[in-house]
Structure formats: C-alpha cells, structure tokens
C-alpha cells in the first residue's frame, strides 16, 4: 500500500546497501487506442460515398483528434488526396481546419509540411471560403514557427498574392496574416532595405483602407494597429489619410480609425498639421483631440464611449483646447485673429463701392465648400458636456473616467470640471453614481468644496445603496472644504444621516476621522457647540455610547491632534471619554497630552517601534528550551512558561502579535504533542484532532513564514500524521474500541461502540486513509526540505526509511514500527522569532455578540442572517467560508459569493501580498422544527486543501464564533 519516496530522498536518507543483481526493470509500453484513435477514421474516408457522409467522418475526427506520431502523416496525406477529389466546398473548408488542429494538438506533426500542404491546396482553389480557411490555417501554424524569417516571408507573400481575390473574408485573412507574420527586426538591427520594405507593406496596408467593402477597410486599419504594437513603428504621414476615414458610413471603420488617431496624436505629439484654411497650424496631439472630440456626437454608442476613453488618456494637450470640452460655446480664439489694418486692406482689394460708409459692404458672398458649413458645433467644443449627458450608460461611464484621468493631472482642469462631476451625483444609474463619487475622491487633492456644490454632494447620502454611501464618505473624509459653514453642514448632514442608516457608523466614524484631520483650523471655532460647552452653565454629560456623540469626539479629538488650542476647552468628562475611545478604539483616535496616562502612552509607542527589546525578550524567553542537555520533563515545563508570556506579549504588542502568536502555538502543539503521546495505549482522538487543527492553522494561517520556519512546521505535523497511524491501527486492532474505549475516540469512518470491531471494513479504511496521509504529507516535506536547504530531524529521516522500506507492507506493519521512534524521539526544534510573520484574523462586526434577539421562523424554511466581517491579511480570499454549526452538531460550510467580499476602503493590501476584505452578506439557516430557542453559532474560517483525501476540505477557524438565537415554529395547518 505505502507509495514509494522520490529518488532523491532515497538517495539521501537510506543509508542501508545491498549486494546481488540488479533488480528486472519494467518497460511500459502505452497500448495503442483502439476505436478511438482518430487515424481508423481517416482510413474510411475513401468508402464515403457522399460527400454528407465525409462530413460527419470529418467532424467525427475533429471531436477525438487523438493520432499517434507515425500515424499523424499518413493521416495528413490521406485528407490531402480527398481534398483534391471533394467537390463540395464545405469539405474542403473542414479538412484545411483539421490541418490546422492537428499541427496545435496533435505531437509529431510536422508543422512546416503542414503548411507546404496549405498552400499547395489553395494554389489552384476557386472557393472563397477555402481561400480564406487556407489563410487563417497559415496563421496559426505560422504563429507557432514564427522564428523563421524566411518561412515568415514566404507565408506574406501568399498573402500579397491573395490580396486580388474578390472576396471581403479573404482579403481580411491575408490582412490579419500580414500584419501578425510579417518579421520585425529591433530597431537597432534595421537596415535600409528593411525600412525600405516595411514602408512598403504600410503602403500596401494603408491602400486597403480605401477598399469598396468596409470590413477590408476595418481589417487595413487594424492590421496597422497590429504592426506598430509588434514594434514596427507608423510614419505620421498617414496621419490625414486616417483622418478622412473618421467621416466613413460604417462605425467599424470609425471606430479603428479613432484608436489610430489617438496613437499618432501620443506618438507624435509637436509635429504640426495645416488646417483646411491653409494658413492655421496646429500641434499634432491638439488635432487629434479636437478630432476625438467630435466623435463624441457620432451616432454609434460604441463610437462614443471609446471616444470618451480615449480623451481621458491623451496627453499633453494644450489647456485651452482641454477646458474647451467644458465648454458648449465655440472659441473665438481658435481661428487666426487679424489686425484692423489687414482688414481694411481686405475691403480695399475687393474693389466694390456701394454707400460709402464702408468697403464692399455689397458685395457678393465668398463661395463656401459645403464640408465646411455645420449645422452643429464641433470639434473640442462642449465634448464633455455632451458625454456627460448621453443617454448611454456606458458613454456617460467613460465620460466620468476620462475627466477623472485629465484631472489628476491638470490642476485647472481638475477644478473646472468640479461642477460636472458633482452634477453626475444625481445620475439614475448607481454605477455612474459610484463612478463619479470614486473619481472626485481621486481628484481630492485639487479641489476644494463649496457650499453650493455641497448641497447637492450631502444630498446624495440619502441614497438607498450603501456603495454609495460608503463611496461618498471616502470622499468626503478626503477632500477639502472651503469654510467653517461648508463643515459645519457636513458634520449636520452626517449626523442625521448617522440617524436614518446606522449600519453605517464605521464608515462614519472613519469619514469624520479623515476630516477632522484636514481641517483642524475649522473644527477649532466649532469645538463649543460640538460638544455643547456653556460658559456658564454645567451641561449633562452626554452618553459616550451614543453614536452621534462619538462622531463628534473623534473628529474633535483628530483635529486636536494638529490644533493643540482646542484641549483648554476640553471638560472633564470629555478627558475620560478621551481615555475610553483611546483604549476601546486605538486606530480611531490619536495620542493626544491629556490626562494621567500621556507619557506612559508616548513611551510605549516609541518602544513599540523598536525591535530591539521585544527581540530581546524573544531569545531570553526561548534560549533554554532547544537545550538538549536538559531533561524532557525541564524542557517542557519551561515551554509552557514561554507559551503564556508570548500570549500576553501578543496582546500588549500589536506590531509583533503574529511572531508572537506564532511562535506561542507551536509551542502548545509540542506540549500537546507530548502529552497526548504519554497516553496508553494510543493518543487518544480528541487531542489528536486538535493537535490537526492546530497545525493546519500553522501552515495556512500564518504570512511571512520563511522556508525553514515553514519547514519546521511541517516536520511537526509529520510527527502528528504518524501518531494519527499509530492510533488509526491500535484502535482497528482492540474489539469493541470505540471514542470511550481506553480513553480513545474513533476517528472519521472507524469502529465505534456498537459497531464491528477488528479488522472490519471501517477500521481498516482508517487506517489505510491514516497511512496515505501521512505517505503523501512526507512526499512534499521531502520537496519542501529539498527547497528550503534544510537537513531534517532525526524523526524525519527515520520515517523516510520507513516509507521507502516498507514496500507493500500493510498500514499495521507500519504504524508499529514508527510507535517506539515516536516515543523515543526528542521534542521538535521550535523556530528561531520572525517579527515579519503576520496573523490572518477575522472580526465579526454583525451580528453583534450581545444581540438577544430570537429569529423565528417557519421549520423546513428558510431565514437569512445579516452577516459583516472584517477578515485581515488573508491570502487567498476564495478560501474564506462561513462556518454555521447547529446545536444537533451539524455543521454546514458556505461559500460567500465573490462580489460579497469587497476590499476594506481604508487598507486594502499589505506589505507581505495578503489582502484585507470585507464580508457582506447574507447566511442563510434552515431547520426542523424545536421545542424552544436555540443557538446557531456563526463563524469565519479558512479552507485548506490538503490533497491527500477526498473528504471535505477541513476549515480553520480565524475568529470566536457569534451565536444567533433561533426558534423554528411549526407550520400551521388549515386556513
């Protein structure tokens, strides 16, 4: 049964040596697919008698596609012969897409005589269609060689001579193969003739873009767009000539056109172009946003949002074109302006004379070209405004993002379009509500709030999404107010909105934390009638549980913070609600000099960031522990001692909690290991499952873990999975042994009281589930040791012989040759302290703890809990699962819809690549009926996959379960 190690750990960790021949190697040989192999279908296409029939043998080897490699070119020759002999186009069509499939699929073939066979098939086709399968066959086999210039050259060249044929598919497929194939050399490596020729197939390409058919003149102008991304760089000759396809009929050739445009524009940004009155220039990159600007009115919505998206990433425009868009008036700046004298010279040159007052004020009309006259206004006029308000809800999307990017880089811009995006706080869709709420927080830093804009911003807190809420109180914590009305209408309009939705208070309290901070100065003149201080009288103190109440003392106390004037104005009871909020809500409130405790306080957040003293206090607290020359039972008396002053040094130590922790569980395991091993005659299961769990929280819930602490980590849990064998196999062997047999518990599929007793089927299975656990568990501390440099404990590379040795030996066999290495082996080595480790934790903001509210509900139905979690530093957040455990012991595991976990607004990421999300949803629990209220414990855990067993993956546990009060009634009968 037991899997045999790797060579290497053979190699390394079996020291015995045996004499005599060699042992008789095996040859595998792989038999040969019979029924399935696609080369038997092949063969039948001579019988087909139809070409129907052909068809269907075809598509039938299409779906197994499974040759072997001396099969692959008969089969290619075969399907060759019945091309030439087919009539039916069809056919044709399919056999050239299985030329194709097998060179991507099948080993063996040989791709360049696949595509010597292509192109010998469509040299001589009359088909459009084959043409154009031939040539997207000579693609995607080309794509796989495309090393080799001269095959590269020669697929081009076929291309360029199927250019002539009539067909739009065929013309687009030697379009898409030039411009994918055609070889590029570096910049550095080019030679005249090589610039030479790649200017001629710009030509070529550029040619095509007049075609009659517009899906030929699409296909010309993105194979343009292909080239240059390939590195072949565009001359911005091709600049007016691009131009003109922006007025085409088709908005698939506007809408290639637009990207072209916008691509010269960034690339060539100062060159010049003439206006159409011969005498204006202009900068490149201005002209191609006046241009982009007009295709903001197209009449193609896709047209219109790739448009917006584009003016939002074109740089270095000139600022006067830039707040045009804001615009809907046209400039009067935009035209060359004259000078009186040049005018009147004007009036001079024309030669008519009629009243005399002045020159040629009769004469006839100067003849305009009707491309000239617009009915509308264009150009960069008011583009933003009309993108704002497009009936579209992707146009208007795009518009936002785009004012958001120019913004964040224009400061004037940023404050000009102010208005536009607060104005699109009232927008009937909640996504461009979020959008425009996300871009002014971006913009933050250039704006500043005033009353009239306010208005409307506070207005939009009433909204019924809690997105949008949450959004507009990011926003308002980083922007900036213009005066002491504008802030005292915020903090009002909080408050009350604090009242209406109190879900939201922890992203009220971090709104008003952020603002307190900025605007210090403000807060200052409004600290009195905050915290209603008389001058007189003794005001009641207020509750300091009141939400509203502890709003206002965290934005007085931010402001504080920058504005040392406002403490005199504190009274007592404020000092002490001080002190409160500080202990209870550290990350909400800062240090501030007041009260008894201020110096202590700076002490230990300066000690806390010194490393210096809590390494200290690590070395002394473990420097005995790994001493080999002290007994078992000294080392494990001090280890326990170590465990209890590392928790409570993780709970006065926030910054090195994780070390701490860390380092303080795997000390427990080793204890419990201990002790669980002292146990006669097995460990016993409740300590073993335990010890399981523990460890699993070693290796999953922990970052920053280095490779040898790592390693570590699993060489424990390797002598855990030893111990599960060892009592797997001793309660399979003892009649009747059961979880209260011996002071033993019956681990998952084994014999209990009641139920059969040795060598059955539910004790053997144990054992055998036992055994592959621990088989594949040292099968990848093998790896992981190999990986981390490390030599492994002499409890390792005894298990490893054992393993190798034992061959086909049964699980029993096993178990009783690892009990006395077991027993006999010293305590594990624990990790040298690595303050970088980090803890992954979760906090479970609802349902409250204290809540003693009954759910009631009908029995076999279903009610849903509100649920919100906070889980910190979490690797993988698909892992994340909601635990529900009934009283009758059934536990359910949930997995929480991924748009249910959103990224915490405050901290996202982290240093060590972890995340931190929020949780917000729903759970769900269902029951039979109950005699009377019970409780339903809610908790966040983490599923970890170890690979080794096919049962449910187990989960660990990153907080203390909530428990909810349920009471399922009974349904009533009748009317």
């Known amino acids: 049964m037991a899997a045999v190690l790797k060579k290497r750990a053979l190699a390394e960790y079996n020291k015995s040596f045996q004499d005599g021949p060699s042992s008789k190697k095996l040859h595998l040989a792989k038999k040969p697919l019979i029924g399935s192999s696609a080369a038997a279908f092949v063969g039948l296409l001579e019988k087909c008698k139809s070409s129907d029939e052909a068809l269907q043998l075809l598509l039938r080897i299409s779906d197994c596609l499974q040759f072997q490699e001396s099969d692959v070119e008969e089969a290619i020759k075969k399907l060759s012969e019945h091309f030439q002999s087919e009539e039916e186009s069809v056919v044709r069509v399919k056999i050239l897409w299985l030329f194709c499939d097998i060179g991507l699929e099948c080993p063996g073939a040989n791709l360049n005589h696949l595509i010597e066979e292509t192109t010998h098939l469509i040299k001589n086709e009359t088909s459009h269609k084959v043409i154009a399968q031939g040539i997207a066959t000579l693609l995607k086999l080309g794509n796989k060689l495309s090393e080799d210039k001269i095959l590269m050259n020669r697929l081009v060249g076929v291309a360029r001579d199927n250019l002539k044929d009539t067909s739009h598919q065929v013309k687009c497929r030697c379009l898409q193969l030039i411009s994918e194939l055609y070889p590029i050399c570096p910049e550095i490596d080019r030679t005249a003739e090589m610039i030479a020729e790649a200017d001629i197939i710009v030509k070529l390409l550029s040619d095509y873009s007049n075609a009659e058919d517009a899906r030929v003149r699409c296909e010309a102008f993105q194979s343009l767009l292909t080239l240059h991304g390939r590195g072949l760089t565009l001359s911005a000759q091709i600049y007016e000539h691009v131009c003109t396809a922006l007025s085409d009929d088709y908005e698939i050739v506007r809408e290639v056109a637009l990207k072209l445009v916008w691509l010269l524009g960034n690339k060539y940004p100062e060159n010049t172009v003439t206006l159409q009155d011969g005498e204006t220039t202009m900068r490149l990159v201005d002209d191609a946003f006046i241009r982009i600007c007009s295709a903001v009115n197209d009449l193609c919505m896709q047209v219109r949002a790739l448009a917006c998206t584009l003016l939002g ?35 001079v040159r024309s030669g ?20 000239t006259v617009q009915l509308l206004p264009g150009g960069a006029a008011g583009a933003f405004v009309h993108g704002l308000e497009d009936e579209f809800m992707e146009v208007r999307t795009a518009a936002v993002e785009a004012v958001c990017e120019l913004s964040m880089e224009n400061s004037i811009f940023a404050t000009t379009s102010l208005d536009f995006l607060v104005d699109m706080f009232n927008d009937e869709i909640e996504d461009v509500r979020l959008r425009a709420i996300d871009s002014l927080t971006k913009i933050s830093h250039h704006i500043v709030l005033r009353e009239d804009q306010l208005e409307t911003i506070l207005g939009a807190l009433e909204d019924y999404s809690m997105d949008v809420r949450e959004g507009l109180h990011r926003m308002l914590g980083s922007c900036t107010v213009a005066s002491k009305t504008c802030l005292e209408m915020c903090i009002d309009k909080i408050l009350e909105n604090l009242k ?119 070395d002394t607290v473990l420097q005995h522990i790994d001493n080999a020359t002290l007994s078992t039972a000294v080392r494990m008396k001090m280890l ?28 427990r395991c080793v204890l419990a290991l201990h002790a669980a091993l002292a146990r006669a005659p097995a460990p016993p299961h409740h300590a073993l499952l335990q010890l399981s769990t523990d460890c699993l929280r070693l290796q999953h819930q922990f970052s920053g873990v280095s490779e040898q602490e790592s390693a570590c980590v699993w060489q424990l849990a390797l002598r855990v999975s030893a111990a599960k064998l060892i009592a797997a196999v001793e309660n399979a062997a003892v009649p009747g042994a059961g979880p209260n047999a011996a002071g033993t518990g019956a681990a998952p599929g084994q014999a209990g009281p009641g139920q059969a007793g040795p060598g059955t089927a539910g004790g053997s299975a144990a054992a055998l589930t036992a055994a592959a656990a621990l088989t594949h568990h040292a099968e990848l501390l093998d790896r992981l040791l190999a990986s981390a440099g490390m030599e492994p404990e002499p409890f390792t590379i005894a298990v490893f012989q054992q393993l190798s040795a034992s061959g086909e030996h049964k699980p029993a066999a096993l178990g009783r040759a690892l009990l006395p290495l077991l027993l006999a082996a010293p305590p594990p080595l624990v990790p040298r302290p690595n303050l970088k480790i980090r803890m992954c934790t979760a906090t479970i903001i609802e349902p409250a703890t204290d809540n003693d509210t009954v759910l009631r509900f009908c029995a076999g139905l279903i009610t849903g809990v509100a649920f919100e979690a906070e889980v910190l530093r979490v690797k993988d957040p698909s892992a994340i699962r909601i635990r529900v455990a009934y009283p009758d012991r059934r536990v359910h595991a949930l997995v929480p819809p991924r748009d249910h976990l959103r990224p915490l607004d405050h901290q996202n990421t982290n240093d060590d690549d972890t995340e931190n999300v929020r949780l917000l949803t729903k759970v769900l629990i269902s029951h039979g009926v109950w005699t009377e209220p019970c409780g339903v414990d809610i908790s966040v855990c983490l599923a970890v996959e170890e690979g080794s067993s096919r049962e449910v993956a187990p989960l660990v546990e990153l907080c203390r379960p909530v428990r909810v009060t349920v009471a399922p009634k009974p349904i009533k009968r009748g009317i």
């Open 500 to 618: 209406r939705y109190p879900q939201d208070k922890r992203s009220t309290f971090r709104c008003v934390q952020r603002m307190g901070s900025k605007h210090a100065t403000l807060v200052l003149p409004l600290t009195t009638r905050l915290l209603g201080v008389h001058p007189f009288f003794d005001m009641p103190e207020p509750d300091v549980e009141d939400p509203s109440y502890m709003c206002v003392l965290i934005l007085v106390f931010n402001a504080a913070q920058h504005c040392t004037t406002m403490l005199p104005l504190f009274e007592e009871h404020t000092v002490k609600h001080y002190t409160y909020l500080r202990d209870t809500m550290p990350h909400l409130v800062p240090p501030l000099p007041i009260g008894d405790n201020q110096f202590s306080r700076n002490e230990k957040s300066e000690t806390a960031m010194d490393d210096t003293a809590v390494r200290k206090f690590f």
């Open 313 to 347: 990433t074109t740089k270095s425009v000139s600022d006067r074109f830039l707040l045009q868009t804001l615009d809907k008036q046209l400039m009067s700046n935009m035209k060359k302006k004259k000078t009186a004298h040049e005018r009147g010279a004007e009036l």
């Open 640 to 667: 326990h001692s170590a465990e209890e002053q590392l928790n409570k040094l993780a709970e006065m130590e926030p910054l090195v909690s994780g070390a701490a922790q860390f380092t303080a569980l795997f000390a």
């Open 352 to 371: 008519a004379w009629a009243s005399g007052r002045r020159w040629a004020d009769d004469a006839p009309g100067q003849l305009l070209e009707q491309a």
